[in-house]
């Protein structure tokens, strides 16, 4: 744009600031103040273009940050509950107990440290999900009256409790001792050992090893401390379940206990039961 075309638009303010109107019309000056107060203009202009423009890269910035923390634990809960199909316990392999026996032959490292145990998170899930193969699998649980039903997985590392219920002793048997589970709680309800704090009194809780059920019935439920480590101890003349996840605060744990009732053979059980078992895993 030529001066002539441009100079119109500048106020009156800005030529009495350059000097412009004390300057003769067409002089060199005039020309030179001109393009001086010009330049100055269009530097303005791209320094309020840089600063627009950065400005719209924080605000998206920001924009996605938000996004990233109102998703990150839908995310999570996604992570999770396909963890089902990683850990590839269902209904077929009822009939297939070798499964398990195959697993146990592998001699795969089981980690009973209880200090490995942390709040999960997003890269906690999906290495559980590429490590899916480092958890044993020992069987399944079900509390149906709450749509519980997770696999059993052997130990309680950090990526066995991501996708399963995870055993708390190294030697512990279905039916016989004190059988001791342990279970994240999340936000989300349905998920994982969440379940249990919608649990009655007198609920049946159904245990598969593949090969027989076994059926205990909920009689205790409170919280303990975290230190209350003796609660998964073998206790003499009784055959129990010790199911055992964090509170909402996660100081303290939520202890839910049964008392053994009965095994039953895979291929003795009722239909109830079994169907127990098809109920849409808490990792799904």
């Known amino acids: 744009m030529e001066w002539e075309e441009w ?54 910035v920001l924009l996605l940050t938000g996004i990233f923390f109102l ?11 396909s963890g089902t199909e990683a850990v590839n316990l ?19 490292e089981v980690s009973y440290d209880f200090n490995e145990v942390e709040e999960l ?18 069987g399944g649980i079900s509390i149906p009256s709450v749509h519980l039903n997770l696999p059993i997985g052997k130990g309680t590392s950090k990526y066995t409790l991501a996708l399963t219920a995870g055993t708390m002793k190294e030697d ?23 379940p249990l704090f919608q649990v009655k009194i007198g609920a049946p809780v159904y245990l598969t090893d ?17 230190t209350e480590v003796e609660v998964i101890d073998d206790v003499a ?16 744990r939520l202890l839910t206990r049964g008392h ?6 895979v291929d003795q059980a009722a239909s109830e039961i079994l169907e127990a078992f098809q109920l849409d895993l808490n990792n799904r």
């Open 210 to 226: 593949l090969n027989y059920i076994y059926e205990y019935q909920i009689d205790e439920q409170r919280r303990i401390e975290a």
């Open 260 to 265: 053994f009732v009965k095994r039953t053979p």
């Open 121 to 138: 998170d997003l890269k906690t899930v999906l290495m559980a999900k590429l490590n899916k193969d480092d958890i044993v699998v020992a």
């Open 7 to 60: 100079l119109p638009y500048v106020s009156e303010e800005r030529r009495e600031r350059v000097g412009l109107t004390r300057l003769p019309l067409g002089s060199q000056k005039h020309y030179n103040k001109l393009k001086v107060l010009q330049g100055g203009d269009w530097v303005s202009k791209k320094k309020r273009r840089v600063k627009n423009w950065m400005y719209n890269i924080l605000s998206i």
């Open 172 to 194: 512990q048997v279905m039916g016989e001792g004190n059988y001791a589970l342990a279970g994240h709680h999340m936000n989300r309800q349905d998920l994982l050992f969440s």
């Open 71 to 81: 998703a990150y634990e839908p995310i999570i809960n996604w992570v999770v509950s």
């Open 90 to 108: 269902n209904v077929s392999d009822f009939r297939k107990p070798e499964s398990i026996e195959a697993q146990k032959e592998e001699q795969k």
């Open 237 to 252: 003349g009784e055959k129990l379940l010790t199911l055992i996840t964090c509170t909402d605060k996660g100081s303290a």
